[in-house]
T-cell receptor
Framework: AQTVTQSQPEMSVQEAETVTLSCTYDTSESDYYLFWYKQPPSRQMILVIRQEAYKQQNATENRFSVNFQKAAKSFSLKISDSQLGDAAMYFC????????????FGKGTSLLVTP | EPEVTQTPSHQVTQMGQEVILRCVPISNHLYFYWYRQILGQKVEFLVSFYNNEISEKSEIFDDQFSVERPDGSNFTLKIRSTKLEDSAMYFCAGASGTGGTDTQYFGPGTRLTVL
């Protein structure tokens, strides 16, 4: 069975500061992919960043980067220079090759950005 | 940039009624998914669909649910006899492949309220 755990229900960051959202996962498979999705108040799910488990290099997308620790099964998201528009729910998701095509989501972290 | 669209944005129905939720995927997508999110909970996989067949389904996707692609563009989710617990946000997603990094792009969701 696969599990995705986001232990921080809520986080807060000041504008222009950096925040890190935590995600841990469990899978017995060696080939898998990890994703962070953002869900703003409009509730649309927007891909933020993705990471292939076989890649050692951490993925980055502009102000968003991940810290992927495969041995620890940890996949945290760092948001640099936080902006008011970053305020949203953030979901970590896991997809394994041998478990079909479905994304397995964590419960989410609500990020508040204060001016 | 092409987007996944969903209609209606909000559907209110009486318990026991049938509802059809509609999705128009991005034109080059071949793999389609439905997920749901009960308010305050995580996003859950319902079903995946490829080549006019269900590829995979979760325990949630029981006989009350069905999917089809009636005209080669729309992708629908039907709930035959709605229950109160079907109240949720329903998301359609599509992908161009199932390779490791083929990203699932989500629609804006349909909020279903069962009274």
């Amino acid at each position: 069975a696969q599990t995705v755990t986001q232990s921080q229900p809520e986080m807060s960051v000041q504008e222009a500061e950096t925040v890190t959202l935590s995600c841990t996962y469990d899978t017995s498979e060696s080939d898998y992919y990890l994703f962070w999705y953002k869900q703003p108040p409009s509730r649309q799910m927007i891909l933020v960043i993705r990471q292939e488990a076989y890649k050692q290099q951490n993925a980055t997308e502009n102000r968003f980067s991940v810290n992927f620790q495969k041995a620890a099964k940890s996949f945290s998201l760092k948001i640099s220079d936080s902006q008011l528009g970053d305020a949203a729910m953030y979901f970590c998701a896991l997809r394994t090759v041998n478990s079909g095509y479905a994304l397995n989501f964590g419960k989410g972290t609500s990020l508040l950005v204060t001016p | 940039e092409p987007e996944v669209t969903q209609t209606p944005s909000h559907q209110v129905t009486q318990m026991g009624q049938e509802v059809i939720l509609r999705c128009v995927p991005i034109s080059n997508h071949l793999y389609f998914y439905w997920y749901r999110q009960i308010l305050g909970q995580k996003v859950e996989f319902l079903v995946s669909f490829y080549n006019n067949e269900i590829s995979e389904k979760s325990e949630i996707f029981d006989d009350q649910f069905s999917v089809e692609r009636p005209d080669g563009s729309n992708f629908t989710l039907k709930i035959r006899s709605t229950k109160l617990e079907d109240s949720a946000m329903y998301f359609c997603a599509g992908a161009s492949g199932t390779g490791g990094t083929d990203t699932q792009y989500f629609g804006p969701g349909t909020r279903l309220t069962v009274l």
